[in-house]
């Protein structure tokens, strides 16, 4: 499987890399040779990055949480496209906005304004507009679509982001390990793999070779939907909930004894007043002279 695997990467030509004048020395374990002013990726480290991604991207999946691949770049665009639909997972393949994870908020109201404008076009309020405000909608409209379509149906900030050439998408990188989601990166020898936590070296001008891996990924994010359904959900344990009913008890017993402690103090009987102090309060008060 493996050497079948580096046979196709081989023909699809992911081992050459750029020139050397372009090269980033941090990118000097993964580059196996230099022949005549390229440089070329080391094919092993090439299959093991991508088996390790292979690995990540199952068990992201498998906990529930979504894969966004990103590939901006003209060689990309339709295999990010053609892979996102595959696996059924979200794609950015025209622009990276700024802010579309760390400003997630605001990226929705945009989506949920895309909606209304759509339900205004199938409505027929559009047309009934004027022509200058009709123009003005369906401008904005397309505008939102096509930057934003690929994330309509994402809800929540994925788990893992698959960015093809590092270099460019450094954005979408930078905003995925702010907020600690993985990465994955297709890495050509003028790119930092310190920017990324799985680096597939390999040539980012190839569309063959984006094309394989991409479908070696979107594999992964198959086997782990399946994981997901095969794994048992957990048992919740019922909530325990405080009973008030030993309080009350309480509350109960307490009652008869003040109840009969009042009794006890209303059947007291007060006893009359000695005569010596009668016949005093009956004598008048002396005046002193």
């Known amino acids: ?18 020139s050397v004048s372009r090269w980033n020395p941090k990118m000097a374990p993964f580059i196996f040779a230099k022949r005549g002013n390229i440089h070329i990726i080391d094919v ?17 999946v498998s906990s529930g949480k979504d894969v966004v691949f990103v590939g ?3 060689q990309a665009q339709k295999a990010v496209e053609a892979v996102a639909e595959k696996c059924g997972m979200h794609y950015v393949s025209e622009r990276w906005l700024g802010g579309m994870l760390t400003n997630f908020r605001t990226i929705r109201s945009r989506l949920q304004r895309l909606e209304q404008l759509e339900a205004m076009q199938e409505d027929g309020t559009l047309e009934s507009e004027s022509k200058k405000q009709a123009s003005r909608l369906k ?3 397309r505008k939102i679509k096509s930057n934003l379509d690929g994330i309509r149906k994402m809800s ?3 788990g893992a982001v698959v960015a093809v050439d ?12 702010k907020l600690g989601i993985a990465t994955v990166g ?12 799985v680096a597939i070296p390999a040539n980012d001008d190839s569309i063959r070779a984006i094309d394989l891996i991409l479908n070696e990924l979107a594999d992964a994010v198959a086997i782990g939907k399946t994981m997901v359904s095969a794994r048992p959900e957990p048992k919740q344990r019922p909530r325990r909930v405080r009973s008030r009913r030993p309080t009350l008890a309480r509350a109960d017993k307490a009652e008869p004894e003040t109840v009969t402690a009042t009794k006890q103090t209303s059947t007291k009987t007060v006893e009359p007043p000695s005569q ?7 004598e008048p008060k002396q005046s002193t002279s």
């Not at 590092?166 to 390990?177: D, F, G, H, Q």
């Not at 010596?276 to 009956?282: D, H």
């Open 186 to 197: 297709l890495l050509d020898t003028d790119s930092d793999p310190d920017t990324v936590d």
């Open 139 to 141: 401008r904005e409209m």
């Open 44 to 60: 092993k480290k090439t299959l093991k990055g991508l088996l390790i991604a292979r690995k990540l991207l199952a068990e992201v």
């Open 72 to 74: 901006t770049k003209r």
């Open 1 to 18: 499987m493996a050497k079948e695997l580096a046979r196709e990467l081989i023909n699809a030509g992911v081992h050459f890399g750029h």
């Open 276 to 282: 010596e102090a009668q016949t005093q309060q009956q």
């Open 166 to 177: 590092a270099r460019k998408e450094y954005l979408a990188l930078r905003e995925a390990r």
């Open 156 to 158: 929540r900030l994925p």
